[in-house]
């Protein structure tokens, strides 16, 4: 979604604001804009639809060059994308950049237009730039004014501000949205996301909720919530040594999917002994209590939803746990029942998710006997703000859709699953097949990753299709569910996930010769009820795409094809089914010709609600 840079130093600071609006494209966004404090001492402001390129093309024409200055990537929540809502807007000397949503924007901007503002775009932010204008006015400070503004606005933000009087300072403010302050030598920078700014530094101040900030060239100053002076400490960015391009890869998403065996090496990098889980991972208060833990509650979005779903066979076959998941959206708005002892899990790629934090919040008032983050990032929000934390070492994740992220997410959720088994007692050999099955990983998704070209061949039947249905059974069930999001997110093929048992209660009748039905097959004790929802789908005439482990002798039809895997044990194997759908969302959608990174109206980080 939207992302903020911003940066004070000696030398002209536009290369390092468009630098990190380049690294956060990623995120998704329809228009660019920058604002700087030119050699004259006045805002120069410069703001394009589409791309950072066109922006960069802008700053051709016209070049800006100032010793501070503040940018920003929006994805239109408020007002259409067009270059007038794009961001900074400004009022007078005064300019501001937001991500989040001004929920009492209406009726700011009444008062504001009584009061003789003029509006000049279709955006909530505008209200911000007018009312620190206003407040400014009556001050003559900028800290205050940015104090009196934040008392009047409801909602989510990350702001940051400047105005052509105050050369010397950047202002900027978090709410529900995400904010840092990067550490240079006798210079600083802002930005909404780490990533935006490792060109530049590694040394990053997370602000916390409710922080507001003075940054300088020299250093900063950080009040809380209360106006109290706070001090956040310098944290090291973990991922400072990935490589953050494409290096020999077509798009960011293709490379992801090969970096998967890494990633799930470095995931379980500490976590395994020989014949036991090293729960010490999860810190001493949370090590202690596990045993304690008699109910569970997994809420996340999207693909990480569908990995917390997987986690529900495997926590409640293995542990005996009963264990719910719920989308984040719908699970903090219900009245939830909280039984004694149940552990929260909150799951989520980017840490940021405005849903999936609101539900964590939201628990430190209920009973949770504690909340555990399961994140990829780690000085995300959802980390900082959980009792008990467990990150993927996935590395950054660029492509919108999530690949890499969802099988280390697996792998955790599998590992947690055995560090409860362990600590009810179950049979060491129950432990052991966990454990083996976990080590083995690495090699047998590099083994999975060679179909690649068997799947690039098989894409190009999806050329004309316009509809697919996705089948599976228990566990790969939700890997099913994950194929169709992969596939309608990149390709904009309309997808749909079913469990296999229910085809004969409705979706059977969507099924004729131009139906494509991808199921997976693992060779597992529900395989022989699969088969029979398989010859249901033939017998309609269906093309029937089966990604089957290489035992299962599932005879194809003359228009169908079947991929094989290896049999690998139950408990990995829909990590393993997960590979195969996501090359062939990749490679249907450059069939299809579509922005595979950057799917059309689609965010990597979804900040707001
Ligand atoms: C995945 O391909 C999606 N782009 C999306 O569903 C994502 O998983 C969801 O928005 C949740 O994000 P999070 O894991 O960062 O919380």
Redo the contacts with the bound molecule.
Sequence with gaps: MCGIVGAIAQRNITPILLEGLRRLEYRGYDSAGLAVINADGKVQRTRAMGKVIELEKALDRQPASGHLGIAHTRWATHGRPAERNAHPHQSGGLVVVHNGIIENHAELRRQLQSRGFTFTSDTDTEVVAHLLAQYYGETDDLLSALRLTLNEIHGAYALAVMHQEQPQALYCARMGSPLVIGEGSEEHYLASDPLALLQVTDRFRYLAEGDHARVTRDGCEIWNAQNEIVERPISRYEHAAHSLDKGDYRHFMQKEIFEQPQAITDTLAGMLADDHVLTAVLGPEAENRLADIGNIHIV?????YHAGLVARYWIEEQTGLPCQVEVASEYRYRQVVVPANTLLITL???GE?AD?LAVLRHAKTRNYLATLAICNVAGSSLVREADWRLLTHAGPEIG???TK?FTTQLVALLWLTTALAQVRGVPAATLKTNLDALRSLPGLVEQVLTMEPAIIDLAQRFANKHHALFLGRGAHYPIAMEGA??LK?ISYIHAEAYAAGELKHGPLALVDEDMPVISVAPSDSLLEKLISNLEEVRARGGQLVTFACETVDHQSGEQDVTLHLPNVPDCISPILFTLPLQLLSYHVALVKGTDVDKPRN?AK??TVE
């Design positions: 996340a979005c999207g693909t990480s989520s790629q980017s998710t999936t919108v859709a999530s992220a999001l992969k997110e689609l980080s979804v």
